[in-house]
């Protein structure tokens, strides 16, 4: 993305939630500069950014810094 960080949608209830390094803790990417996306066999998110990995998990809706 253009430094805009990451937008989730859930089409179910059409809610959105944006996702940017600006939050605090496990809601926050690791830049707002989004390079690629894979979906892992745990249905983990893995967002590859310019300054380094976040890993977004379903199960407690929260990022981990990988890198």
Aim: hydrophobic content about 35%.
């Amino acid at each position: 993305t253009a430094e805009n960080g990451l937008v989730k949608i859930d089409t179910r209830v059409g809610k959105k939630v944006h996702f940017t390094d600006k939050k605090s803790g496990s809601l926050a990417l690791a830049s707002n500069t989004v390079e690629a996306i894979y979906q892992d066999s745990r249905q983990n998110i893995w967002i590859a950014t310019d300054k380094g990995l976040s890993i977004y998990d379903f199960s407690n809706k929260s990022f981990t810094k990988a890198l």
